[in-house]
């Protein structure tokens, strides 16, 4: 069985290049950056200017392979690929959660971005409080990294 | 540009069919399911099992149809496609986030199920504290279907 996919949109970014882009869009809040979707699409937004955050998923289009395991950009040690977020994924997924600031017509701009200029989108989705935030989160091997709710020192690429 | 995605495990759930499923996992957080990976991605899975939650997406393999805007099921008005949770939407991509609870294997145990079982797995990402949890969320027309935090009535597919 194969899948196939077609770009909805594409997302522009000020971060041309992995260097210089935060790990997640958080730990750069103030960046704005928007998906112009195709013109077909520009009424699937309606609505979608009530929720304060929203669900991207894009293909990871800079990487080309697949990795079973990987290190992860906060340290030295392997995990699983489905404990991490490293885009060498299999069928390469990317997703953020980003802040919604504007719709205008086909146009959906936010923050808290870290996405590459030029990603293409697979689909957006309204992030919603009652089924996607969980109380009593435990994060494997990112808790160490985030003491007493601290972010670490290496959230961006150099 | 189209995308090739291929399958890389199933989900074998307790629902057979939309009727009796809780239009979200959380509804109903007794049921279990399981994800068996393809063997070849069991591997992926290790460091998983230090996290309280998983990102699990999956295709909407029941759903042939695209659709610019959808009721959603809480309601009677229509809305955008990307500000409701329908699986009729450009590339049918689900998403849910789940409890995980055991990994044998090439197989993840988990509860907060909403998936209909044979469903296809496209990936799995740990679920991250400190990025995937936001803080004053509005949850556009979802909100007043939960006053006072509480449950709407309508939550069971009937």
Redesign the interface.
């Known amino acids: 069985?194969?899948?196939?996919?077609?770009?909805?949109g594409v997302i522009h970014s000020p971060y041309k290049e992995a260097k210089d882009m935060p790990i997640?869009?958080?730990f750069k809040p103030e960046v704005e950056a928007w998906v112009e979707l195709k013109a077909?699409?520009g009424?699937?937004?309606?609505?979608?200017?009530?929720?304060?955050?929203?669900?991207i998923?894009y293909?990871f289009h800079k990487s080309n392979t697949e990795q079973?395991?990987g290190r992860p950009f906060l340290e030295d040690q392997?995990?699983?690929?489905?404990?991490?977020?490293s885009p060498h994924?299999?069928?390469h997924?990317g997703?953020s959660?980003v802040?919604i600031c504007a719709i205008e017509g086909n146009k959906l701009y936010f923050r808290e971005v870290d996405v590459l200029d030029g990603t293409?989108v697979?689909?957006?989705?309204?992030?919603?409080?009652?089924?996607?935030?969980?109380d009593?989160?435990?994060?494997?091997?990112?808790?160490k990294h985030?003491k007493d709710g601290r972010?670490p020192d290496r959230t961006i690429v150099k």
Chains 1, 2 share one sequence.
Do not use: C
Request: charged letters at 20%.
């Open positions: 069985m194969r899948i196939i996919m077609n770009p909805i997640q869009g958080t077909e699409y009424r699937g937004l309606a609505g979608l200017e009530g929720f304060s955050h929203a669900i998923l293909y079973i395991q392997m995990h699983g690929i489905f404990a991490i977020r994924r299999p069928n997924i997703l959660v802040r293409v697979l689909d957006i989705k309204p992030y919603v409080k009652y089924f996607d935030v969980r009593n989160v435990v994060s494997g091997w990112l808790d985030f972010a």
